[in-house]
Each structure stands twice: as structure tokens, then as C-alpha cells.
């Protein structure tokens, strides 16, 4: 009845009567290990559920969020939160490398959008920020001011996604980046030539 | 095969064998041939325009400024045409051709398969017009506007479905085969996705009922769905989630059930697995939609149940891989020989590898990794190159010379198209795995004073570039495997017989007794003790039973696939904790609405999420993670799934009016590097005015608080107004002259742009005072 050639597995192999046009199938037992996944896989699942939801063992996702917020928090920004806002808040930054790097990485992701990615200027968009031409600019408390609150002009927004303590970073980072002269376009270089920002006394510290 | 029946027949209950019982009938081939010609050209078309927007990802200037060609717009094109064109016609090709002999009869009206055959190619070709002009409703494979969904809902239902349940209702074979149940689920599960995917109110008929006139052709096609925000998510991604498991997969199983047995001339490894696994499948795959919505405003109580539903669906799914697989056993010298089968075996392998990733990815702690990237793209693809793509060859080569009652023109072309076809998917994944692991590294990566350690997001995009030219050539190889497929099937066709053979098969009328098995509980051989009970369910003659039964059958499809549906959407639409209302978010202004739908219309959201996730990286990255309630008049929603640019959801407010404005017109005007292609034709083409105060009315009527704006065209007025004080202010900022912006489409956009994700900052005495801003 059979129109297949018979071979070692499938003489072991129990064939069902019935025939679809031609095609039958074997009476094969499901493979054991088919049975044992699966039902694993139903035991994981009781179980995930009643340690996530049922249990106060995990926390939701937002309160993992909020826990490792603090945490990076404290990791990032350690004594400068405690310091009072001020110019000697960003001279802090200005002499720390870590929180350097820090306003360094804010400056990339969000500034160098107008800014370009060396604070070189963007025609039409952002200043040279690397010359030492400045507008509204005239402290290192200047800089902190525009980028939390927008120019006076409105050419620039206000980042208020920014806590004090990144905003802080960030000004001493784009206070650094003056006298490193990047070639932008011409447009973009204008303003008054202001005297120089104040330094950080870490470095002179290191060198004695 | 007229003696095939005749022997099955002879078979049969032992009444029959006189031949004077029996009854003669045709199976109508040519609309198979149809469906299998439209499959190979549908195919090209998919693979093609997948081509050519690869090459855009990797050098956007492709695009050429042209709106029609931009990639936002023809990215949904490339799937729809691989998903509805490609495969649809390609199972469309398989039913008809093996429900017809599994079934012993000629489908039941030859005029429903014609008006199937003709409406779903109309279907098709009204979707490729109408993609490329941005007339679309943005939900990810649902994306046709509400005409060309009404046609699809007929064509498929009453054309297919009806067709095809009044074929099995008037069978000559007594039980209905393990692909005919595949078929069943399919249709059923389809409709349901597709209905309920689809309930909007077009913007256009509602205007005409109230002032009984269309303000634009345009408005006529746009329409709003009844769904908002969290709820439009959860029930684009249950439709979504389950196109793949509907559309994708079931129909390819039976497809697989049927052909490869065939092929290989090998009875089928395991009828109790194939009970079990199919049944598990249907019940289990609705439930896991919500595995795309991981970390996002969804509740995280849904999240959980796709999450845990995907990992119990893994073996499930490997049922139907190891019945493929192991009815090769006693076969495996052909397969060497025998480019079918190696087709088959390929697909068969690669439906293993994309069901075990799957679970694998939504997983969550795995999906914060993989998900917005590409490596969801590179799981895409490993299951349609190489399940659907490669399952659909081999039936076409194995069908389409019995078609053309002839042999296939060349077997050394068709070997070829395999390897071309293999070499081009490998290519292809391995390349964009590369790029979704390496881009979902990168986005999380913190340096030493605990900021992100590639801020800059265009940073993660160029570092993909050689990886995307990889898959260009990937596509490329997977192209030219398909054009030599169709070459060689072309020439087959030529080599048909002047006239086709009707052949006459014979089988008696459908007996209406049972079939009790002899044998009964002897064969309870499973090798486990869970196995052994197991195989004491399905011993049962209850299943028999319900194969003879094509209703009945249908009816406990639905059941399975409703539970875990109604389980899933009932409670997100009844509870109110799902989504917390947040008192200062408002309706978007009548400008802002016309931005958004322009945003909606060029397919942004194909690029561009706009969620963000409860981790530090995301927050560090683009603001707070996005609240349920901020997305309440979000009709529809556009979260995405992909980060080809930065997420958007608080892009409000970051950049000015004239940043937005250069970018438009060429984003390497502000960053050299960046992929995004231009958009000139916003900054030429004009608002229409007059279809702004029928969009504001149609979101009042699905529950938007507009208030005064809703009289005496006040909306239109609000929307000038608005558009001249951006105009304005980009002037002020450097920007053009307002007298040529300020009618223009970018202001509209721009005004969408800078409202996104900013009324959670506001507090509430401003939210307030803006009004009705």
C-alpha cells in the first residue's frame, strides 16, 4: 500500500491508513526532549511572571530607572553637587579631567548639533565658540546663563533638559575649548574680543 | 495522478468500488498559474525596491530629492510588496493548488477564485501608487488608507475565505490534512488582525456628512484611527506581531506540509506532533505582540505576557520545523542531488533559526540590547529571505512545471538561484546583525565620568556604513538568484504543451461515517512519561472527529486565537491605570495637527521612534522616558521601531525654527555626515488651508478637546496665525523671508516638531494660560 521505499528508520516507523493526495503520515511519538522544553518553558513562565509582578522581589522598570539614576548620579558628579553655583563651580569642572570629559560627551551629544563637533561654528546656526570673539559672553557664569536659559537673542534655546550640575560641566568644557582656534566659517566668527576666562588652580598645583 | 485517485478511491470505504458511485471533477489549475506568475513577478518587484532603498541607507542621495522615492515613503512599499504581493500570491499559489487535491475537488467557484485573483492584484497595485504619495495610515504592514482596507477585507474574506470554506464544506476526502488546518487558521486569524487593526474614521466622510463637501482628494484617503497612543501600540503590534505569525508563518507551514512531502516522496515524521504543535501555535502566537512594546509607556504587565507567550511559543514553532525536517529522514542522498529540496531544506532551517530568535529576542533584558536596531531587521530578514523567500521557490519549482505539464527548462539555473539566493541572505544577516549588535553597543556605552561614550548619534550611524554596503550586495546576489529563477521558469512555460491536459479525476462523494482507528491506544510509544500522556489525548478519536468537521474546526481556531486576544486588549482599553492621565498634556494645535500628518505622510516613523525607554542611556541621551498619558491624542501612534536617526519624542524646543528648516532642505547642511535624505518639496509645497478645520473636526469627534476651535472655522484662523509667527521667528533666527515660508509644509512640521514631548514640562498655571495653543 505504501508507495515509499522502506529503509532501516522507517520500518520502525508506523504508518497512519489514511492517504492525502498521496501523502501519508507516520504515527511517530513526539521527540521526549520536545516535551521537556515545553514544559519548561511553561514553568519559566509562572515564574517570571510571579517574581516580577506577583512579588515585591523586582521593582518595576521605572523604579529600576529612578535607583540607577541615583546611583549614576553620584557616580558622575560626586563633590560638585554640593558645591554652591557659581564661577568657582565651573573652575572646579575646569580642573577636574573626569567632569571635563563629562561636559565634553554633553557638548557632543547635544551643542555640536549647531555648535559643530570641535565648537567650530555652523553656518547660519551656531558660533565659533573656539576664537576668542564672544556675544552676551563676558564670565564663565555668562556661559552657564546662555545655555540654561537660551541667548537673549532667541538664536539659541534654552536646554532645560539640564540639571545644574551637567550645565556646569558643560560651561567649563565650552569655556575650554577658547584659544583652540578651529577653522569654521568666516560668519560664524564674530563678537567682541572679551578678556581671558579665569583658570582652574588645579593645574598650577600639580606642577609644584 | 487520475490513477492516484482511482487507487484512493479503491481504498476507501469498501462501498465505493463500483465505479458507477463515483463522481468526476477537473481541478481548475490556471488560477494557480496565475498566483504563481504574480508570486515571481511581485517578487522581483519587492526585492528590487528592497535593493534600492538599501542603497539609500547607505548613500541617501539616491533618494535624488524626490518625494516619490524618498525612503520614508517607499520602505513600507518594499514590505508590503514582500509581505501582501510576494508571499501573499505565493500562498495564494500554494492553497489553490493543494487544497484542491487534498481536498479531491475543483475549488468551489471558479468566478470567487477570478475575482480573488483580480482584487488582490488591484489591491497591490493600488497600494503602489498610493505608498509612493505618502497616502498612508503609518501603522507598520497596515499601512494602506481605509479604501484599499475595506477591499482587502472583502477580497480576503468573502472571495478567499468564503471560497475556500465552501471547498473543504464540499471535500470528497473524508478528513481535512494538518496544511488544510493551516490554511484555516490563516484565514480566520487574518481577518480578525485586520478588521480590528483597521477600525479609523476617515477624515474626508465625515466632513462630507456634516458640510456635504471634500475639501481635497487628499483628505478623502486620510483617515484617524479609533485607537490612541498606548491602546493604538498595543493593537498595531498585536496585528503586527501576529501579520508575521498569520501571514508569514501558517500559511507557509501548510504550505510545508504539503510540498515538502511531496518532494521528498516521504511520508510526514509525525501526525501527533503535528496536533500538538499546531494547536499550541495558534493558541500560543497572538498572545506575544506585545514583545515589540518592551520598556516603552506600554504596561508592563502586557510587556510580561508577550515576553513569557514568545518564550512558550519556542517549541511550538519547532514542531513544525522538526516534522519538516525529520520527513526528510530516508531522503537526505536527494537532497544533495535535488535543488528543491534544498530549497525546502534551507527554508525549513531558517524557520528553526528565526523561531528560536525570536523568543530568544523578546526576552527583555535582550530586547533593551537588539531593540531600534538592526538586528530586528537582520531576524526579519533570516525569516522571510529564508523561510518565506526560500519555502516559496521550492514550491514554485516543484509546482510550476506540473502546471505547464512539462519538466523544469534547466536544473543547473535553478542550483544556481540557491546559491545565489544562499550566499545573498548570509551576506545579508550577517552584515546587518553586525550592525544592530554594534549600534545597540554603542547607544548604551558610558565612559569613565559617566556620560555616554558616543553622544553624538550620527556617530552610531556612520560606523555602520561598510556593513550596509555589505547588504546592499547581499540583496543584490538575493535579486539576481530570483531573476534567474524567473528566467528559468520562463522558458519552462515555453516548453508547455499547445493545448493543457484537463485531467479527469475520480473520487466518490464524501462518506458520512466515522473512522475508528483499529488500533486505538495500542501505539502509545512516547518516549517520556509526559510523552506517554500526551499521546493518550491525542490517541483520542476526538481530533479525528474534529478533522472531518471543517466548521467545527474553524470555530475552535477562533476560540484559541480570541482568548489571548481579548485577555490582552480588554483590560488596556477598560482600566484606567494603563494610562494615567497627565492634566497639562493637551490636543496638538490645528498647525501642529497638519504637521503631523505631513510627518505621518512621509513615513518618518520608518526612521525615527518617538519612545523613550526607562534606562540611563536613553534618558542621558534624549530627556525624560516617555509617559502613557503624554501620547492620548496620538492618532495614530508613531513610536517606531527603528532608530535609523535619533529618537524624537522630546525634540520640542532643543533646536531652533532655522536648524530644522536647513535640515529639511539638506541635513548635511548642519551635519555632513548624516544619512537622512532631503526634503526640498516641503519647503515648496503649501498647506492646504481648507483641509485643516474637517482634520481638527474628525480628532473632536474621536474625543479632542478643541473647544472653541471647532466653530466657525476658527481652527483655520488658529493655523495662520500660528504659521506666521514661525515663519516670522525663522526670519528673525536667519531663516528666509516669511512671506515665502509662511504657507509652506515645513512650517507645519516645524511647528510639530517643536511641540513634541514638551507638555510634561509644562506646569500647570502655563499649560493653563497656553489654552487652546
Redesign the interface.
Known amino acids: 500500500m505504501s508507495e515509499y521505499s522502506n529503509n532501516d528508520q522507517s520500518q520502525q516507523d508506523e504508518l497512519l491508513d489514511h492517504n492525502y493526495d498521496g501523502i501519508q503520515e507516520y504515527d511517530n511519538p513526539i521527540p521526549g526532549w520536545w516535551h521537556l522544553i515545553f514544559l519548561g518553558s511553561m514553568i519559566f513562565a509562572v515564574c517570571y511572571t510571579v517574581v516580577f509582578h506577583l512579588t515585591p522581589i523586582v521593582p518595576s522598570q521605572q523604579e529600576r530607572w529612578a535607583n540607577s539614576l541615583a546611583a549614576a548620579e553620584e557616580a558622575q558628579f560626586g563633590p560638585l553637587k554640593g558645591m554652591p553655583l557659581g564661577q568657582d563651580k565651573i573652575l572646579a569642572v575646569m580642573g577636574n579631567e573626569k567632569w571635563m570629559s563629562a561636559g565634553s560627551s554633553i557638548f557632543k551629544g547635544t551643542c555640536a548639533v549647531c555648535h559643530g563637533d570641535q565648537g567650530q561654528g555652523i553656518e547660519g546656526l551656531g558660533l565659533n565658540l573656539t576664537d576668542d570673539k564672544y556675544v552676551n559672553i563676558n564670565s564663565l557664569m555668562d556661559i552657564y546663563n546662555i545655555v540654561k536659559n537660551g541667548s537673549p537673542n532667541k538664536k539659541m534655546p534654552p536646554q532645560a533638559q539640564f540639571g545644574e550640575n551637567e550645565i556646569a560641566m558643560v560651561a567649563g568644557y565650552v569655556a575650554s575649548l577658547r584659544g583652540e582656534n578651529v577653522p569654521g566659517p568666516e560668519s560664524q566668527m564674530i563678537g567682541e574680543v572679551i578678556p581671558p576666562f579665569p583658570q582652574p588652580e588645579v593645574s598650577s598645583e600639580s606642577d609644584g | 495522478m487520475a490513477e492516484?485517485a482511482q487507487a484512493?478511491a479503491d481504498?476507501g470505504a469498501g462501498n465505493h468500488q463500483d465505479t458507477n458511485g463515483l463522481e468526476a471533477f477537473v481541478y481548475d489549475d490556471k488560477i494557480v498559474r496565475q498566483f504563481a506568475w504574480a508570486t515571481v513577478i511581485w517578487g522581483i518587484v519587492a526585492f528590487l525596491v528592497g535593493v534600492i532603498i538599501a542603497i539609500q541607507l547607505a548613500y541617501p542621495e539616491a533618494g535624488f530629492g524626490i518625494s516619490f522615492l524618498s525612503f520614508g515613503r517607499l520602505r513600507p512599499l518594499h514590505t508590503n510588496a514582500a509581505i501582501f504581493a510576494f508571499a501573499g500570491n505565493g500562498i495564494f499559489a500554494a492553497i489553490y493548488y493543494?487544497t484542491q487535491?487534498?481536498c479531491?475537488c475543483r475549488m468551489y467557484s471558479d468566478l470567487l477564485s477570478k475575482l480573488h485573483f483580480w482584487g488582490w492584484q488591484l489591491i497591490i497595485v493600488s497600494a503602489a501608487l498610493t505608498l509612493p504619495l505618502g497616502i498612508t495610515q503609518s501603522k507598520e504592514y497596515a499601512e494602506l488608507e481605509w479604501p484599499i482596507d475595506i477591499a482587502i477585507a472583502v477580497v480576503w474574506l468573502v472571495f478567499f475565505g468564503g471560497n475556500f470554506l465552501m471547498t473543504l464544506i464540499h471535500r470528497r476526502?473524508r478528513?481535512i490534512?494538518?496544511a488544510l488546518w493551516f490554511y484555516i487558521a490563516t484565514i480566520v486569524t487574518v481577518t480578525m488582525l485586520h478588521v480590528f487593526n483597521n477600525l479609523w474614521l476617515p477624515a474626508g466622510l465625515v466632513y462630507l456628512f456634516q458640510h456635504g463637501e471634500m475639501p481635497s482628494a487628499e483628505l478623502a484617503l486620510k483617515s484617524y484611527p479609533i485607537y490612541a497612543g498606548v491602546q493604538d501600540a498595543l493593537m498595531q503590534w498585536w496585528y503586527g506581531h501576529n501579520a508575521v505569525a498569520f501571514f508569514l508563518t501558517t500559511p507557509f507551514l501548510g504550505l510545508m506540509?504539503?510540498y515538502l512531502?511531496?518532494a521528498a516522496?516521504?511520508?510526514?515524521?509525525?501526525?501527533?506532533?503535528?496536533i500538538?504543535h499546531f494547536w499550541?501555535l495558534v493558541f500560543i502566537y497572538i498572545w506575544a505582540g506585545p514583545h515589540h512594546l518592551h520598556?516603552t509607556a506600554l504596561p508592563?504587565?502586557a510587556s510580561?505576557l508577550g515576553?513569557?507567550?514568545s518564550?512558550?511559543l519556542?517549541?511550538?514553532s519547532?514542531?513544525g520545523m522538526?516534522n519538516g525536517l525529520?520527513t526528510l529522514?530516508?531522503a537526505w542522498d536527494r537532497v544533495a542531488s535535488d535543488p528543491i529540496l534544498k530549497f525546502f531544506v534551507v527554508g525549513v532551517t531558517f524557520y528553526g533559526m528565526s523561531t528560536f530568535e525570536g523568543?530568544l529576542l523578546s526576552v527583555k533584558a535582550v530586547n533593551s540590547l537588539s531593540h531600534y536596531t538592526d538586528w530586528t531587521i537582520a531576524h526579519v530578514h533570516s525569516g522571510t529571505l529564508g523561510w518565506n523567500g526560500f519555502m516559496t521557490f521550492g514550491m514554485l519549482y516543484w509546482m510550476m512545471p506540473r502546471l505547464f505539464q512539462t519538466k523544469l527548462w534547466s536544473k543547473k539555473l535553478c542550483a544556481m538561484h540557491f546559491w545565489f539566493g544562499t550566499i545573498g541572505m548570509v551576506l545579508y544577516i550577517l552584515a546587518i546583525y553586525s550592525a544592530g549588535i554594534t549600534q545597540g553597543l554603542m547607544w548604551r556605552a558610558f565612559?569613565?565620568?559617566?556620560?555616554?561614550?558616543y553622544?553624538?548619534?550620527i556617530e552610531t550611524v556612520t560606523v555602520l556604513l561598510p556593513m550596509y554596503w555589505i547588504r546592499v550586495v547581499g540583496g543584490l546576489l538575493y535579486l539576481t538568484g530570483a531573476l534567474i529563477g524567473a528566467y528559468n521558469l520562463f522558458r519552462t512555460w515555453k516548453t508547455r504543451p499547445e493545448k493543457y491536459e484537463e485531467v479527469v479525476h475520480y473520487a466518490p462523494a464524501l462518506s458520512k461515517g466515522p473512522i475508528v482507528d483499529p488500533k486505538g491506544k495500542e501505539?502509545l510509544?512516547?518516549?517520556?512519561a509526559?510523552?506517554v500522556a500526551?499521546?493518550k489525548v491525542l490517541q483520542g478519536n476526538w481530533h479525528r472527529a474534529l478533522e472531518r468537521k471543517p466548521v467545527k474546526f474553524t470555530f475552535w481556531v477562533i476560540v484559541a486565537v480570541a482568548i489571548g486576544s481579548l485577555v490582552e486588549a480588554i483590560p488596556m482599553f477598560l482600566v484606567s491605570s494603563n494610562v494615567p492621565t497627565i492634566s497639562t498634556v493637551e490636543p496638538y494645535t490645528p498647525l501642529e495637527l497638519a504637521g503631523r500628518d505631513i510627518y505621518v505622510s512621509e513615513g518618518c516613523y520608518n526612521c525615527h521612534s518617538q519612545m523613550i525607554r526607562?534606562?540611563?542611556w536613553e534618558?542621558m541621551?534624549y530627556?525624560?522616558?516617555s509617559k502613557p498619558g503624554e501620547f492620548v491624542y496620538d492618532r495614530p501612534f508613531q513610536w517606531g521601531s527603528r532608530r535609523i536617526g535619533p529618537d524624537l519624542a522630546?525634540e520640542g524646543?532643543?533646536?531652533?525654527h532655522?536648524?530644522h528648516y536647513?535640515h529639511f532642505k539638506n541635513p548635511k547642511?548642519?551635519?555632513d555626515k548624516s544619512i537622512m535624505p532631503r526634503y526640498p518639496w516641503l519647503l515648496e509645497n503649501t498647506i492646504n488651508f481648507d483641509e485643516i478645520q474637517p482634520r481638527v473636526d474628525s480628532m473632536a469627534l474621536l474625543g479632542a478637546p478643541y473647544g472653541e476651535l471647532l466653530l466657525d472655522n476658527n481652527a483655520v484662523k488658529h493655523a495662520q496665525e500660528q504659521a506666521f509667527d514661525i515663519a516670522y521667528?525663522l526670519q528673525?533666527?536667519?531663516g528666509p523671508s516669511y512671506e515665502e515660508t509662511m504657507d509652506k509644509k515645513v512650517i507645519a512640521l516645524i511647528a510639530y516638531l517643536q511641540r513634541l514631548g514638551t507638555d510634561i514640562?509644562k506646569s500647570e498655571p502655563e499649560a493653563a494660560a497656553a489654552g487652546g495653543e
Do not use: C
Request: proline share 7%; aromatic share 16%; glycine share 8%.
Open positions: 492516484t484512493t481504498n493543494s487535491r487534498l479531491k476526502e478528513h490534512y494538518v506540509y504539503y512531502p511531496k516522496e516521504r511520508p510526514v515524521f509525525s501526525y501527533k506532533l503535528s500538538i499550541s520598556y508592563e504587565w510580561t515576553m513569557v507567550f518564550v512558550m519556542w517549541m511550538p519547532w514542531g522538526i525529520l529522514r530516508g523568543p565612559d569613565e565620568s559617566g556620560r555616554l561614550t553622544p553624538a548619534f501505539r510509544h512516547a518516549n517520556t509526559l510523552g500526551g499521546d526607562p534606562f540611563l534618558t541621551r530627556g525624560e522616558y522630546r524646543g532643543l533646536r531652533d532655522n536648524w536647513r547642511d548642519v551635519n521667528e528673525e533666527l536667519g514640562k
